[in-house]
């Protein structure tokens, strides 16, 4: 009665449906690298906007910042003309100010 139980439990699987196993198996990894293998594939992406000119439009907005700042701080906190600040003269006053 044992014997039967345990025959029972164990599934019986022949030679040739064990290698039918082991085939799609082995298939199945196959895939799964030729899919790994295509995603590792370099992609050349083309960039809406080009590195040089993102560096470009920094910088002049960097500039356009700091004019309208010096603007904003020399009419308001200076309590001078808005635009004198671009005048050289203004700035030879500043520089010779600092070194005395």
């Known amino acids: 009665m044992s014997e039967q139980i345990k025959n029972e439990k164990q599934p019986t699987e022949s030679k040739q449906e064990k290698k039918q196993k082991n085939e799609k198996r082995a298939e199945v990894k196959e895939k799964q690298k030729q899919e790994k293998a295509k995603e590792k594939e370099k992609r050349y992406v083309r960039r809406l906007i080009p590195i040089w000119a993102k560096l470009l ?5 960097g500039l356009f910042a700091l004019i309208i700042g010096l603007i ?4 308001i906190l200076g309590d001078g003309s808005p635009l004198d600040v671009l005048k050289w003269q ?7 100010f600092i070194r005395k």
């Open 57 to 61: 439009i920094f910088l002049v907005l």
């Open 72 to 75: 904003v701080g020399f009419s």
């Open 90 to 96: 203004t700035w030879q006053h500043i520089i010779d």
